[in-house]
């Protein structure tokens, strides 16, 4: 229902981040985002503000267990 | 303060003729051109592949290219698809007064430049001059005729099931960067547009290729629409992969946030080619061996299970329709 | 591409989860997505083709776009007519449906001055290039949306903007999973819940599904993976006959929300009765303007009212979004209503489950 | 109310396709069109006459034709002009967002018509819509070839001293057809646009006089301009004589109380033919015979003395020259 | 065409009257036009090509398009700039340069809004059509014009339109003959008079020329037959030593003029100095609006001003109206001062007497 | 310096004339005519007003007597 995606931040000025996406740049603003935000974060933009941090070590680590579960069973 | 176009440029008086000259015969001067009569006068053998199209892109310079590049690019192509060698392309402008004539200038050197690069001769022309708010700043129809040199030439009805389907490279470039540039929407994207004049490489194609049964430039609609016109017209599927289909990392990122998709994002400087799948190697590498075709792909074939449809092999394997588009896509945010 | 997002789309993981899911489902599972992003996720992607007949995919109240109803969309249109009003709206609503089957984009053909906008904060500079004009955005969505047009009601209260005003229509996604769950004709087995909407509000408000209604719901992102996963979920959940809610998303969405994004929506938005179309008005389902932020109410400023207007003869758009019939099982599909003919949302909106159905089903 | 043109139409997919198969096969359709490929293909033999022109005429409809039919003529007569027989033409549409779709199928079904008077085929088109404000309603770019069928053909450049200067009738009309019905300046006048393809007379004249120096239609600018320009590029004098040209009662009274000459006036369906002196008692009877030029007038003759100049001999006996405009005549009071 | 109308064009008359003139000129006649529609019709009916080498035709001050000074185009351009106004005027003014040879075309092309009009009554319509702005009707125009925009700005008084303006540079033509005629250098025979100017204004201001300056003046008509009688008439004149103000026109002229249309722009207008191309200004030549109408005048109403300008290097217009050179005889004629880039206004008039010698001269 | 036309009254309404030349018709405005003008009359029109009576009869006597002085002195 809410087409958002996740770019990375290159910069950060007054509520504004330009970010990145395969090299895009674009401008979000941070009045929502409930966690600071640094440069190299990734965020999840919708609608021009970044909504959420992606994390994505979590994601990752997330799958990699998912992964070897399903592997372990099926073997 | 740039000199401004005014109506009385295109009222066939004093003021047209000083722009004919002054500007037009500068920069698209040819012997043919200077006759400055009600036609051209072409030594032409047919038979003969003739196109026509209106450009109005806006903004009207944009990263790889401006209108004028884009009407001659455009038309040079649509004419090279038919199997033949463009040889004459004709202008007509209209013009909305208060045009900044700094613009125009550059416009029709861009014209006369690409014109020369594709190896065709601006024979004709046609200047019109419209009231302030009549008209976006300029449109410019070319319309070019070319020699067709195969028989039976490549169309969009000959397309065979067992075929392979090429693409000449990159999807998306020219759609995104304008989408990138227009007003109310401009991000930075490292993109600019494919727009190119392909006939020579089409030419050489079609020379050393005994067999090609399709040739489509993939512009208004992409990539999708213009498979599904393909599938349609030869009443066949087309087959495609989508992991073999190019695009670039900045067109898929613009794409992503504009809720858009590449594969019906125009393109300008792009065909579809289809041949007998025996051809399909040596396509390529003819292909790959130009630098307006290094990312050339084999993307798919013709079968004959559901004919007038595109479908589309997704990355996991998944298999789903590619549908013609209602209208033009819209940046949405859901 | 980096190793997460190329994990998200991987094709052998992809197959190894369909592998699992033919393994371990016993008899039909029918589950529901509410979002339109999942729709099109789960159809583009390929995911669909490659689930078993035994998984039935449903489609439910998850796109604002079709769920705004045929009165609201008529109040779009009066406001378009107006000649001191600019229309800022999201591409998305632009082709939808109003009386007489008139959309915004006819509206904007035959003169009025809409504009598509990219974010809300759009609109707010086009209120400031148009001082004497009144820019009303057109407020659509759900939670995931609705804290970006409070943030922008704010930066227009702290600019002095005041010739921006919004139309609010939003909608919130729990009272209306509410109204399906508590249908006694309901054959939904399991819920996959809206990653971005989740992504404000946490999963507090779904608890109910499980707890209450013993139906087990997963928030789930948008890659084939998290897809996938979630099914597998579901499905292993029915085996042990456990239900629950829980997160598949949890490298965006936390257990208790954004709090900072949902004190905003709270701070200038109210719930409010809403209309869903083809389900009628649901109570506390929507979000008004409060009376403090009233200076930047469409309704309050314009005097605006819901027009009414006959209901769309034939459709079934309440039936798909309730998950009882499927688009094809509308006798109006592919043959009268098509996207160059839209009879129903649901088939003009990019994430509507009838639009899918015809553009991407084989 | 009647439906109206949206964007969705000009995007190249379906609504594209619609209207394409729902209008334009269906008025322009012919085996060529109807292949739908790139480009169009044509069994011409050389040498090829091509012209191109771009009408923006304001109102669409006017006593006489619409923007479609002089589309169509207006083309189908430049490439007449160099002694060809016009065959194929090109049909490029700007359309506004928001026209009425009536309007627009009134127009390509006089596109048809006049097509198809003219003996010519629509052989391929493209269409763009622009936003509502980009352009005024619709503008149409057509362009044509035909097969020359005398050589060497008529120029501009090949008045000789001694040729006979004949017209085709009376001067004037179109244009004051067309400012009678301007919006803030409307007024009865009975009189209708000439609009008419005009290449029929144009075969039988070059078939049957063994010499033909310059045909030219003298459309913008009027006839004034366009001798001015044959002046100029054949290095000669046209010599005129006022009393012999023919300008309709209605013409000249618009004329007189806007302050606007006649010879400046365009013509839409009359052309000027400058041939050896005894050839024009032959070349005048052909012309009469055919009801598009009964009031055909031999005006004047090619002179040596005032080259590049067009001399016109007033009804008094008095000598001035007729010069080209800097611009468009403007109504006026003074 | 019916036989009045054939006689005052028929040729042979015509070559009568020309061989009449041959016959009884004796010596040089330099006589002067001072109406531009004079100046156009002698070259356009080739007059003027008929006439012997003695007959010096000279083109006076009688173009209102010529004789429009280059601040008073200024003000027009001032004008056309404002955001609130729409400019309405006579196509002829539209290609008059003014400072940095901007003329009203060129603002039309960057955005100002210039409506040209056939009639000033138009200009009325035009201001019921645009209520919330101002339309200005640009006043420029000798005896025969004012009244028109009299009668105008009394309609619209009485229909209570109350955006409608007149700049009003209206100009009279006795004033500047009589700065003429005063002239020690002045080298002129005779008068034609303006045939239109005295329609209205009837023979009375002009017996001056004959009867203080000794100056022979006939009314003329604007057919070749008119034009050749007077001609004629100069020569009989001074055959016989006699300097009379006659009328040539008589069928469209009496003596008194128009007293209906002199009364209805006295009411709505009082003499002011005026400023002429070339002359500068000249004592009680021109027409202000009147105070009781000051509603309808647009000095008074937007507080305008005449910017002050430099004046056009080079260009010989003060003296080409005042007869002392001929178009030719100034040295950018042709070379640097040509329709398509006019240095002055008597090249850019369609009137102009330096156009027409351009456009009609072989 | 100022275009004036004959053109011939066809109708007359509320001080607007209907007016023709070589059947072009217009409209002109009566408020500053000064004698009350007549269908069949010709009037001299300028900027969109009657300005005048054109006295057709006059112009043809005038013009006959002149002619008829010319030829006299002439033979
Ligand atoms: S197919 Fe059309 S009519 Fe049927 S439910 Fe869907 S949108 Fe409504
Ligand atoms: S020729 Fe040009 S510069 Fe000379 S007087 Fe005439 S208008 Fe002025
Ligand atoms: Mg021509
Ligand atoms: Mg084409
Ligand atoms: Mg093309
Ligand atoms: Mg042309
Ligand atoms: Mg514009
Ligand atoms: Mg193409
Ligand atoms: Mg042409
Ligand atoms: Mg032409
Ligand atoms: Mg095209
Ligand atoms: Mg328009």
Redesign the pocket.
Known sequence: MCLAVPMEIKSISNNVAQVEVGGVANEVRLELIDEEPKVGDFVIVHAGFALRRLDREEGLETIKLFEEGLNLELT | MSQKLLLDYGSGGKASQRLISGMFLKYLGNDRLNRLDDAAFLELSGPISM???TFTVDPLFFPGGDIGSLAVHG?VN?VAMLGARPRFITCGLILEEGLDMDVLERIIASVGRAARNAGVEVVTGDTKVVPRGAADKIFINTTGVGEIFVTPGPSGHSAKPGDAILISGTMGDHGLTILSKREGLSFDAPVESDSAALNHLIVRLLQEIPEIHVLRDPTRGGLATTLSEIALQSNVECFIREKDIPVREAVAGGCSFLGLDPLYLANEGKFICILPEKFADKALEIMRSDVLATNAQQIGEVRKDHPGKVVLETPIGGHRLLDMLEGAQLPRIC | MNSLEQKLKDPKLCRSIVGRINEELDGELRFMEVCGTHTVSIFQSGVRSLLPDGIIHLSGPGCPVCVTHEREVAAFLDLAERKDVIVATFGDLMRVPGPNKRNLKAAQAEGARIKVVYSPFDAVNLAKEHPGDKVVFLGVGFETTAPTIAATIKIAQEAGVNNFLVLSFHKLVPPVMKVLVEDPELAVNAFMLPGHVCMVSGLEPYRFLADKHGIPAVVTGFEPVDILRSILTFIRMRNKGEAAVTNGYVRAVADGGNPKAQAIMNEVFEPCDALFRGMGSIPAAGLGIREAYGDFDAIRALGLTLPDVPPLAGCKCGDVLRGKIRPDECPLFKKVCTPANPVGPCMVSTEGSCAAYYKYQI
Chains 1, 6 share one sequence.
């Open positions: 196109s026509t199209d038309t649509d």
